[in-house]
């Protein structure tokens, strides 16, 4: 779907505006002769804390260690053992489980909310069992998924909330950012994410040193200082080079994030046909839309129609964790939302690849879908 009038994404496309400051950055870099850590780690670092309104940053390899590490970091610290449960929701990619079960917890899965997509705060307190240890909330698709039942829900039962804050950077709750809502969060810089990277890169935010520096030292081998090794750790740390890459990006959030608000909001206005469940969006936006993801009953064909018309998409995600062949054992696990939800999900072009007159034109090419 490379050759579309209105491609869903181009990379090229995205990073064109950041191409003179992108190269001024690698070459920072490159003469700097520091290609592991430095300068450029410690000032986005920084940068991402004060942007988010942690006290801590750490930057990392990809979001998926970033989850992990936290969980990882927790249990060094014993507020987290091994066969404790987790409360994740059931509509997320498969890194926020894998994180989980990875570091050998037990998922527990809750059905998702069929307005937000996100998880269903009203279903966790029945989650709840005394093994729980933690809710892992997903703000999917750009999308805060925590309020105040979710908050109140942890704090009568002693629970973490961590974060998985890869497709929402920039998004907030009542002015409080994502990434400082719970008690730690994971960001992936993904090329195609909001603030996304030349190649794979993540970090961990959190206002809690102990855990900061927990999650540093597992990302370099456990160790706290040279030679020196306090847990069997892992190599995780974030290149240089794409930390100051990431540097230039973060730079110009506020700006990209503002054009996909408009973007979604054009669709919102001027999408009406019947057939199609838009998202909920509220007012004020409080999400960064990563993706404006519709529904429709007959996916196959709503696709094929919108290629013929040469519109771009996708689908996030068509097959939910607990159905993956690698999670054969919560097969049985019963979310029905969340089955419904990845049978009719389509993901609409809302990047800076597109322009508001696009978002205007692919609203008409979907009312004009007929599903006989």
């Not at 007959?298 to 159905?323: E, I, Q, S």
Request: hydrophobic letters at 40%; a negative charge; proline letters at 5%.
């Amino acid at each position: 779907m490379n050759n579309l009038r209105y491609p869903f994404l181009d990379l090229g496309h995205v990073n064109a505006s950041y191409n003179s400051a992108l190269k001024e950055a690698a070459c920072r870099v490159i003469d700097s002769g520091r290609y592991v850590g430095g300068a450029e780690n410690e000032a986005f670092e920084r940068e991402l804390a004060a942007s988010v309104g942690t006290d801590y940053a750490v930057g990392l390899s990809n979001g998926l260690d970033a989850l992990r590490l936290i969980l990882r970091g927790y249990m060094e610290l014993g507020r987290i053992s091994p066969g404790d449960e987790v409360i994740v929701p059931g509509n997320t990619y498969v890194a926020t489980v894998l994180a989980i079960t990875d570091t050998g917890l037990n998922p527990v899965f809750v059905d998702a909310d069929p307005r937000t997509l996100n998880i269903d705060t009203s279903l966790i307190e029945a989650a709840v069992t005394p093994r729980t240890r933690a809710i892992m909330t997903v703000h999917l698709y750009g999308r805060p998924a925590y309020d105040n039942v979710m908050k109140e829900v942890a704090q009568r039962h002693g629970l973490l909330i961590v974060e998985d804050n890869a497709q929402a950077i920039g998004a907030d709750v009542d002015g409080v950012m994502t990434g400082a809502l719970g008690d730690a969060a994971a960001f992936s810089f993904y090329p195609t994410k909001n603030v996304g990277a030349l190649g794979d890169a993540g970090a961990v935010t959190t206002s809690d040193k102990e855990l900061a520096d927990a999650v540093r030292a597992l990302g370099n081998y456990g160790s706290d200082r040279r030679y020196h090794n306090i847990y069997e750790g892992y190599n995780c740390r974030l290149d240089p080079i794409q930390a100051a890459f990431l540097r230039v990006k973060l730079a110009g959030l506020a700006q990209e994030t503002e054009r996909r608000r408009r973007l979604a909001r054009i669709y919102d206005d001027a999408i009406t046909n019947p057939l199609v469940v838009k998202p909920l969006v509220d007012s004020p936006d409080h999400s960064v839309w990563h993706q404006y993801v519709i529904r429709t009953a007959d996916r196959d064909k709503f696709c094929d129609y919108l290629t013929a018309n040469g519109v771009g998409w996708d689908v996030h995600y068509a097959t939910p964790p607990h159905m993956q062949p690698c999670y054969s054992r919560y097969r049985s696990v019963v979310l029905p939302v969340t089955d419904r939800i990845a049978a009719e999900i389509v993901s609409l072009p809302v990047s800076s690849c597109s322009s508001e007159r696009d978002a205007g034109e692919i609203a008409s090419i979907i009312n004009a879908y007929r599903h006989d």
